[in-house]
């Protein structure tokens, strides 16, 4: 908001809007089962060795693998993201004659 550039954009078609929709309900209710956000989690729970944040944590290395082996198993590259002092974004990469993109 301080650089001025903030603004709201609306999904080009329908599948857009429910990916992101999906996203966000996965992330609110992943957010609401950790205890008290990643800070609470690594710096003060799991060095005290508590259940809760031992599944959170082993949760949620479980979720980044599976999204990963996913991504591997389907062959789907990982965005490229290139970032400069007025943010992040994701890169336009070229596409080559026969790559299916």
Known sequence: MQRGSFA???????????RHAG??????SGATMVPG????????SLPMMTATALFSYLSMLAGIA???GTLRATRTPMPVISC???GCDEARVP???GSGR
């Open 37 to 44: 956000g990643n800070d609470t989690l690594l710096l003060g």
């Open 23 to 28: 996203g966000g309900a996965l992330m609110g």
């Open 84 to 86: 400069s002092p007025s």
């Open 8 to 18: 709201w954009h609306r999904p080009n078609d329908a599948s857009n809007w429910l």
């Open 95 to 97: 596409q080559t004659p």
């Open 66 to 68: 599976l999204v990963l």
